[in-house]
């Protein structure tokens, strides 16, 4: 079984930068991908970002590649997602999502665990 806990979300104005945290518990949280999914009211939800166990490969929607960089501290068992340049259009619930362990995480199908999910708000 494994926890997530987001945080860091809040109110900000365009142009801003904030910091996502999400604090995992668990032992396998090594070999898990994890990424970063967000939702905005009455839309799906999409994926954004996601890393590798290893922390060598990332991925990023279009929609954020270049503002937004996701890292992992394996030791820590955290992830975080780093937003800058943020936008009105970046205003949604952000979750954080552990893959299955050793497997890809490319969809919202391959989810193991979720968190419960940290509003960002960007004002224009």
């Known amino acids: 079984q494994v926890q997530l806990v987001e945080s860091g979300g809040g109110l900000v104005q365009a142009g801003d930068s904030l910091r996502l945290s999400c604090a995992a518990s668990g032992r396998t949280f090594s070999s898990r991908a994890m990424g970063w999914f967000r939702q905005a009211s009455g839309k799906e939800r999409e994926l954004i970002a996601t890393?590798?166990?290893?922390?060598?490969?990332?991925y990023y929607a279009d929609s954020v590649k270049g503002r937004f960089t996701i890292s992992r501290d394996n030791a820590k068992n955290t992830v975080s997602l780093q937003m800058n340049s943020l936008k009105p259009e970046d205003t949604a619930v952000y979750f954080c999502a552990a893959g299955r362990q050793g497997r890809l995480l490319t969809r919202s199908g391959d989810v193991d665990y979720w968190g419960q999910g940290t509003q960002v708000t960007v004002s224009s």
């Open positions: 890393i590798r166990w290893s922390g060598g490969s990332t």
